[in-house]
Nanobody
Framework: QVQVVESGGGLVQAGGSLRLSCAAS????????MDWYRQAPGKQRELVAG???????NYLESVKGRFTISRDNAKNTWYLQMNSLKPEDTAVYHC??????????????RGQGTQVTVSS
């Protein structure tokens, strides 16, 4: 099994910054892709940023230039650096991790999420 834990959320004023972390552990052979999603109350879940094993990234249009996704391979940990935060960034942020387990079976795991609240 693969466990995923997000951290780093909190309350911040508009214009501030937060860095979210996503740590994966367990029976992992390799990790191919990971994504950060967010969901605000009453709104659809949206993909915020993604990073694949080739280092390619993609971002939600509204966060381009403000958010940066990165990875520490040695720690199986990913980060979402969020700068110039806006009230509309308020949401629960989840990371999804996709890869191969030690048995060679593909997996996709999601964490419990971390709350980000941006005050105006």
């Amino acid at each position: 099994q693969v466990q995923v834990v997000e951290s780093g959320g909190g309350l911040v004023q508009a214009g501030g910054s937060l860095r979210l972390s996503c740590a994966a552990s367990g029976s992992i052979f390799s990790i191919n892709n990971m994504d950060w999603y967010r969901q605000a109350p009453g709104k659809q879940r949206e993909l915020v940023a993604g990073l694949n094993s080739g280092g390619e990234t993609n971002y939600l249009e509204s966060v381009k230039g403000r958010f940066t996704i990165s990875r520490d391979n040695a720690k199986n940990t990913w980060y979402l650096q969020m700068n110039s935060l806006k009230p509309e960034d308020t949401a629960v942020y989840h990371c999804n991790v996709y890869g191969l387990g030690l048995t060679g079976k593909a997996f996709g795991s999601r964490g419990q999420g971390t709350q980000v609240t941006v005050s105006s």
